[in-house]
């Protein structure tokens, strides 16, 4: 998984990218906005988990040439809109990705997997 690259050349240089830089992007852009507990590994089918090179820790990237679709699944804290939250992050995941990489994001879906009442406690299933 983690030695699939994405390479860029031109006569002078050439530019490359790991899957998982993608990954720390996305893991990070999402951590980043206020109400977000964490990223969430369940409900997330089991074959995906073991066997889909393209998922990793709470979130799904699939490349397509110089595009990306994005699944990121998400823990959200109590007292905070959903919507709002969810917005947010696909907002700051497009922007963090097209400014730290050549890709374009084509889609970015947010999965809410759970609610956090306080940050230390168990998760409430949705």
Same mark, same amino acid.
């Given at each position: 998984?983690?030695?699939?690259?994405?390479?860029?050349?031109?006569?002078?240089?050439?530019?490359? /990218?790991?899957?998982?830089? =993608?990954?720390?992007?996305?893991?990070?852009?999402?951590?980043?906005?206020? %109400?977000?507990?964490?990223?969430?590994?369940? %409900?997330?089918?089991?074959?995906?988990?073991?066997?889909?090179?393209?998922?990793?820790?709470?979130?799904?990237?699939?490349?397509?040439?110089?595009?990306? /679709?994005? *699944? =990121?699944?998400?823990?959200?804290?109590? %007292?905070?809109?959903?919507? *709002?939250?969810?917005?947010?992050?696909?907002?700051?995941?497009?922007?963090?990705?097209?400014?730290?990489?050549?890709?374009?994001?084509?889609?970015?879906?947010?999965?809410?997997? %759970?609610? =956090?009442?306080?940050?230390?406690?168990?998760?409430?299933?949705?």
């Amino acid at each position: 998984m983690a030695n699939k690259k994405k390479v860029y050349e031109s006569n002078e240089w050439k530019l490359s /990218y790991k899957r998982n830089v =993608v990954f720390s992007i996305v893991n990070l852009a999402t951590q980043e906005i206020n %109400g977000i507990a964490g990223l969430s590994v369940e %409900g997330v089918n089991s074959f995906k988990k073991v066997f889909d090179k393209n998922y990793h820790k709470g979130v799904l990237i699939e490349f397509v040439e110089n595009s990306v /679709y994005v *699944d =990121v699944y998400v823990n959200v804290l109590f %007292g905070y809109s959903v919507k *709002d939250v969810a917005f947010r992050v696909q907002e700051n995941v497009k922007s963090s990705i097209e400014s730290m990489t050549d890709f374009k994001v084509e889609k970015i879906n947010v999965h809410v997997m %759970g609610v =956090v009442f306080n940050a230390g406690d168990e998760i409430a299933i949705m």
